[in-house]
């Protein structure tokens, strides 16, 4: 199986998420971290940025696409978080864990996490 991976851990991203209307009117912190698969062979190789799966770049694009869509869910934003990687970015498979640590004030953390890959391929 294929096992190269590349990490975005622990992206902080200000946002409005909720499911109450209070919410909707404020901006909460969320935290991702994701896992994308990727032949890192060729990046390796050639030692070109061009060739890498680049995380910077797919850090910023999130905390874009974050900052100009509004969920309810946690589930909705690593849903969507996930179509963008595979859609755009062509990772075949994604594991994206949504944190919103501030949700429940006895709680350190909640979360939720993902699993997708594109179609017809297995992982
Ligand atoms: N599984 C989920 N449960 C809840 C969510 C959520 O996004 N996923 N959201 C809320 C509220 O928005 C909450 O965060 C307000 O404190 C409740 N449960």
């Known amino acids: 199986m294929f ?13 409005t998420i909720g499911v109450y209307e209070w919410e909707k009117s404020i901006k909460q912190k969320l935290i991702l971290d994701i896992e ?3 032949d890192n062979r060729i ?3 050639s ?5 890498c799966l680049n995380y910077a770049q797919i850090s910023q694009a999130i905390i874009d ?3 100009h869509h509004q969920f309810n869910l946690i589930e909705s934003v690593a849903e969507n978080v ?13 594991r994206v ?5 501030t949700a ?9 996490m993902i699993e997708r890959q594109k179609e017809n391929i297995n992982y």
């Open 3 to 15: 096992k190269d991976r590349v990490f975005i851990e622990g992206l902080s991203i200000i946002t």
């Open 36 to 38: 994308m698969a990727w």
């Open 43 to 45: 990046a390796g190789l």
């Open 47 to 51: 030692d070109d940025v061009n060739d």
């Open 65 to 67: 696409y974050l900052q």
């Open 82 to 94: 996930a179509a963008l990687l595979i859609d755009h970015y062509f990772t075949p498979w994604v």
């Open 97 to 101: 864990k949504v944190s919103k640590p």
């Open 104 to 112: 429940v004030a006895s709680a350190r953390n909640v979360a939720i």
